[in-house]
């Protein structure tokens, strides 16, 4: 039974003080104390009755209340016996730590509220422990090993007349007895609005199951963690972007606490095939690693093509080398900075880069994702063909992927996860079509993300077609001429700043950035305008250049670019 109905029933004389949106948690058994500590005595989903004698002082209230939220308690029911009014010091404490508070009718006992509890469980509990058992059992004999998450649902939809579907961060379907035939297909609209509500519930770190309404159907939404890492996360943003959701079409509100037992021991299977599935990316991932960093170090085309022979049959099995390569960066960033987001990042854009258009948990297999820092990186190939490169081309479109096309599938639900302190931002390179261009396409898909970390939003991303003319050409400058072109123009002045730490590059920088403006550069800097008119003539000295000359400018910021 739910809070809710306990709070419906007028002859029990409760009062809710606070919680209003937890009236959805299911109680599954009541207990009275006035224990200073009776976590004990817990177990999880009980209706916690107390006079409040523990309380000494107005400390007390918020120690109390984070023994029971930790106990997972389902709500907590003060008398008013003792005291007139219920402390404001427990009505805070249970509103910061998000546990329904009530207050109980000094004329109504705690016996009668204790006999209608373990009334109304133990109704439901005869209903459906029999059937529940042998259920539970059959689903645990089933499990991963017999066919994934498919066979699992199945069951529900078989046993229990329940349709449910596991589903992406993103609302991708993942498994779900309609994806085999079995019944109509959960429409895209609906996906994503469960995908959102699922995000916005984890972030808040509400407890699921979480009630939702979409398309005029009622939905259940219950997390699945990965199995291994539930306790070793020390804060949700490690995972919410990452994590898949079972989303069932009912109302598990009014289930007995055995069906939700059953429904969580489901999680935990999907869970185990998640946990393996990801496991099986290691041997891509550490494929696009290898590669990644042979490009970042400039290693020989050569050599970074031998790397792609080697990952083209695991990446496309059966097609031998991929006629075209993409490039796609992406960086989830928080506001505090604590959080590291290069793992994050790395498996959302394997979920991000699975084909829309497609379900189940496969079609990122064939995508290589690092994550460098805080960022991550996807080689993507590109088959010939109308679904490749050479389709799009056929089409009249920029071969592969676009920045747009990934956006409109992830942008509602993922800014519901990202709530009001992260950011992604995306980057998209054009598609190449040898070894020697993946340096170029690494650059330009990083060039593409800081413009798009420069738009407003949660989600933006931007395609190499956004990218204005010198910054689409400097990733594709050789590595020797780059940087025999650098090293010409600014090694005398990083030698320089290095011996008398002078200022010089950022000097150079500045006057650039203002367009040669005395004035404006001086203001910027806090400098007198003949103290930067010395640094300015220092670096004309040095580089033999004249910062008067656009053709001398043009040089300096180029350089600048490529350094």
């Not at 109504?108 to 459906?128: L, P």
């Not at 290589?368 to 490749?388: K, R, W």
């Not at 302190?421 to 980057?427: A, F, K, M, Q």
Request: negative net charge; glycine residues 10%; proline residues 6%.
């Amino acid at each position: 039974m739910r809070l809710r109905a306990l709070l419906e029933t007028e002859a029990l004389g409760l009062r809710l003080l606070g919680g209003e949106d937890e009236l959805d948690r299911t109680v599954r058994g009541v207990m009275t104390t006035d224990l200073r500590d009776p976590s004990r005595y817990l177990s999880g989903g009980e209706l916690v009755l107390t006079g409040l004698a523990w309380r000494r002082e107005p400390e007390d209230s918020e120690r109390f209340v984070r023994i029971l939220t930790g106990a997972g308690v389902a709500g907590l029911a003060a008398g008013e016996a003792e005291m007139a009014s219920i402390p404001d010091d427990l009505i805070r404490a249970c509103a910061r730590h998000r546990l329904p508070l009530f207050s109980v009718n000094e004329n109504v006992s705690f016996a009668s509220i204790t006999e209608h509890v373990v009334r109304q469980v133990s109704s439901e509990r005869a209903g459906d422990l029999a059937a529940v058992v042998d259920r539970h059992r059959r689903l645990m004999t089933s499990g991963p090993a017999g066919g994934g998450p498919e066979v699992v649902l199945d069951l529900l939809g078989s046993d229990l007349d329940l349709r449910a579907w596991v589903l992406s961060p993103t609302g991708r379907p993942i498994a779900g007895s309609s994806l085999a035939g079995a019944g109509p297909e959960l429409p895209a609209a609906v996906s994503a609005t469960l995908a959102g509500e699922h995000l916005a519930a984890a972030r808040t770190g509400r407890r699921g199951p979480h009630r939702v309404t979409a398309g005029g159907d009622t939905y259940s939404l219950f997390p699945i963690s990965h199995s291994g890492r539930a306790l070793a996360a020390r804060d949700v943003r490690e995972t919410v972007l990452s994590d898949w959701f079972l989303a069932v079409e009912a109302d598990a509100g009014d289930w007995s606490p055995e069906r939700l037992d059953l429904l969580d021991g489901v999680t935990q299977l999907i869970a185990v095939e998640r946990d393996r599935r990801d496991a099986a990316r290691t041997v891509r991932r550490r494929l696009a690693q290898e590669v990644l960093e042979l490009v970042q170090t400039g290693a020989a085309p050569a050599e970074i093509a031998a790397r792609l022979r080697v990952a083209a049959p695991v990446l496309l099995p059966g097609l031998g080398t991929a006629p075209h390569w993409q490039v796609v960066v992406a960086r989830v960033e928080w506001e505090d900075g604590e959080i590291p987001g290069g793992q994050v990042a790395q498996a959302l854009l394997e979920e991000m880069l699975a084909a829309p258009e497609t379900s189940g948990p496969e079609p990122s297999d064939r995508i290589a994702v690092a994550h460098m820092g805080d960022e991550a990186v996807a080689l993507v190939p590109l088959p010939a063909g109308p679904a490749g490169a050479e389709g799009d081309e056929a089409a009249g479109q920029a071969p592969g992927l676009h920045a747009d096309r990934i956006l409109a599938a992830v942008r509602e639900p993922l800014s519901r996860g990202l709530d009001d302190d992260g950011r992604l931002t995306l980057g998209v390179s054009a598609a190449v079509h040898s070894a020697e261009g993946l340096r170029g396409a690494l650059e330009e898909a990083r060039h593409a993300r800081r413009v798009a970390a420069a738009r407003p939003g949660r989600v933006c991303a931007a395609g190499h077609q956004e990218l204005a003319s010198h910054v689409l050409l400097l990733p594709f400058v050789p590595d020797d001429v780059r940087r025999a072109f650098t090293a010409r123009l600014l090694d005398p002045l990083r030698d320089y700043d290095r011996r008398h730490r002078a200022e010089l590059i950022p000097t150079l920088e500045a006057f650039l950035d203002c367009d040669g403006s005395w004035t404006r550069c001086a203001t910027r800097l806090h400098l007198h305008v003949n103290t930067l008119r010395y640094r300015v003539g220092r670096i004309e000295q040095l580089t033999g250049r004249d910062l008067s000359r656009l053709e001398d400018k043009l040089d300096f910021f180029l350089a600048l670019r490529m350094s």
